[in-house]
C-alpha cells in the first residue's frame, strides 16, 4: 500500500508539474514567438532616389510612415543632424521608403503627396513639412501643400489625382514585410556594392535610436571602407 501511495504522489507531482508548464506557455507574449528579422540583408537599391554624394559606399534605407510620432520624432530632431554630418558632407547616401500602416488613414495620402513634390525637385521640403505637421491631410489639403513648399499648384494635385504612385507604394510596403520589418521607423544600415546597386547590412534594425546610435554605426562602416584597398 505504501508503495501505492507513492507512485500516486509521483504522478499527481508530474501532473502539477505539466500544468504550470501549460500556464507558463500561456503567458509567453506572442510577440516572442514571431521569427527575428533576417541577421544578414541585400536590397536592391538600383536607380532609387536618393539623398547625398553618388560616390558614397555608406548608406541608410530608412522605411518610414508620415503619420507615425516616432518617425515625426526621428525626423525632426534625429534626422537632421545625420543629414548635416553624413550625408551633406558626402559621406554617405540616404534612400527613403515609405511603409504606411493601415491603422493611419491619411499615411498613404501622404506618401504620394512627397512623392508628387518630388517631380518638382521638392521631395525633402515636403517630407520635412509633413513630419512636422502630423494631422488629418487629404486631397482637400493640395493647394496648401504646395504653397507650403513652393511647388505647382495645379500639377501637383493632376499628380496626385491620378494615383500614379499608389503601386510604388505598396511595393515598397510589402518589401519591408519582405524583411520583417513589422514597425516604423525602421532602419538598414550597410555598405554598397561597387555600382551602387545593392545595399548590404548585417540587419534591419527598427524603432526608435538616439543619434549616438547612428554615428557608430556609420563611424564604423565608414573605416571599414577606408580600410579596404582599392582596385587599379
Not at 560616390?55 to 530608412?62: G, M, N, T
Not at 510620432?69 to 553624413?86: E, K
Not at 508628387?116 to 488629418?136: I, S, T
Not at 510589402?174 to 520583417?180: D, E, G, N, P
Amino acid at each position: 500500500q505504501a508503495q501505492i501511495d507513492d507512485l500516486r504522489k509521483g504522478q499527481e507531482q508530474i501532473l502539477k508539474e505539466l500544468a504550470e508548464i501549460r500556464a507558463l506557455l500561456k503567458q509567453t507574449p506572442a510577440s516572442e514567438t514571431k521569427p527575428a528579422p533576417p541577421s544578414f540583408v541585400s536590397i536592391n537599391v538600383h536607380g532609387e532616389p536618393f539623398r547625398g554624394d553618388a560616390k558614397a559606399r555608406v548608406a541608410i534605407l530608412e522605411y518610414s510612415d508620415f503619420d507615425c510620432p516616432f518617425c515625426g520624432d526621428y525626423a525632426t530632431n534625429i534626422f537632421p543632424q545625420i543629414d548635416a554630418n553624413y550625408v551633406k558632407t558626402g559621406k554617405i547616401k540616404y534612400f527613403f521608403r515609405d511603409a504606411p500602416a493601415p491603422e493611419h488613414p491619411y499615411a498613404l495620402f501622404k506618401a504620394k503627396a512627397a512623392r508628387c513634390a518630388g517631380e518638382q525637385g521638392k521631395f525633402w521640403p515636403m517630407h520635412d513639412y509633413l513630419f512636422a505637421h502630423q494631422q488629418p491631410m487629404g486631397t482637400s489639403d493640395a493647394e496648401t501643400l504646395a504653397q507650403a513648399v513652393g511647388i505647382n499648384a495645379v500639377q501637383f494635385s493632376a499628380c496626385l489625382a491620378n494615383d500614379k504612385y499608389e503601386p510604388a507604394i505598396h511595393r515598397s510596403a510589402a518589401s519591408a514585410q519582405k524583411l520583417q520589418i513589422a514597425g516604423t521607423p525602421a532602419f538598414v544600415i550597410g555598405t554598397l556594392s561597387a555600382d551602387g546597386s545593392f545595399l548590404k547590412s548585417k540587419e534591419a534594425v527598427t524603432g526608435k535610436q538616439s543619434y549616438e546610435f547612428f554615428a557608430k554605426q556609420l563611424d564604423e562602416l565608414l573605416s571599414l571602407i577606408a580600410r579596404k584597398p582599392t582596385k587599379p
